[in-house]
């Protein structure tokens, strides 16, 4: 006698495909363009080059955008400075106004060469920003007075030539691409500066 079983069975293959997600960032950075000619108006080197742009800049820019730092005079108007060779390791997205270790401030109050005859770091003025974009609406001026070896340059809200002061805010800072650069009595330095995001 035979025995015969069926043993019907159900399969179910289910896929679920979730719709993928979508996010944006927005990406702070920025070029220096800086042209050097001689005492005689002769063009003696020019460089582009990018920035770190620091946390602390970072910060202020959003605090001010978002509406929990007030746009003042102090908040808006940023300054040009060189930095020095001497003593230089590093440039950190960490660096404060206050506390930046890895380089010191060219041109100012502590003696450090090159130096400028201007007597503040140099007034940064901005152009209406387009296409994601803000750029210098004119180039910023260094007088070379005392030669010496810069290193690059950087922007911040304060106009005092060597300050600390604990208030103030770096926004980026950059080195020269192909080395440091030797600026000498007479030259001038012109930099200008686009920022994006």
């Not at 990406?27 to 108006?41: E, M, S």
């Not at 590093?90 to 206050?98: P, Q, Y």
């Not at 387009?130 to 910023?140: C, E, I, R, W």
Request: net charge neutral.
């Amino acid at each position: 006698m035979s025995n015969e079983k069926i043993n019907p069975t159900d399969s179910i293959d289910v896929q679920i495909t979730r719709g993928a997600g979508s996010s944006e960032s927005v990406d702070l950075h920025g070029v220096f363009t800086a042209i050097c000619h001689d005492k005689n108006g002769n063009l003696k080197w020019e460089d582009e080059f990018n920035n770190t742009v620091l946390t602390a800049g970072k910060n202020a820019i959003l605090n001010i955008f978002m509406g929990t730092a007030a746009v003042n005079a102090n908040r808006s108007t940023w300054f040009m400075g060189l930095i020095a060779s001497n003593g230089y390791s590093a440039i950190a997205a960490a660096d404060t106004h206050a506390s930046h270790a890895g380089w010191i401030e060219s041109g100012a109050a502590n003696g450090l060469v090159p130096r400028y005859s201007q007597s503040t770091r140099r007034q940064v003025t901005f152009a209406a920003a387009s296409a994601g974009s803000k750029a210098t609406s004119n180039a910023v001026i260094f007088s070379i007075d005392v030669s010496g070896t810069a290193k690059g340059a950087f922007i911040a809200n304060n106009s005092t030539k060597a300050s600390t002061n604990a208030s103030g805010v770096i926004y980026s800072a950059g080195l020269f691409t192909v080395g440091d650069k030797v600026l000498t009595g007479g030259d001038t330095l012109s930099i200008t500066y686009t920022a994006s995001a």
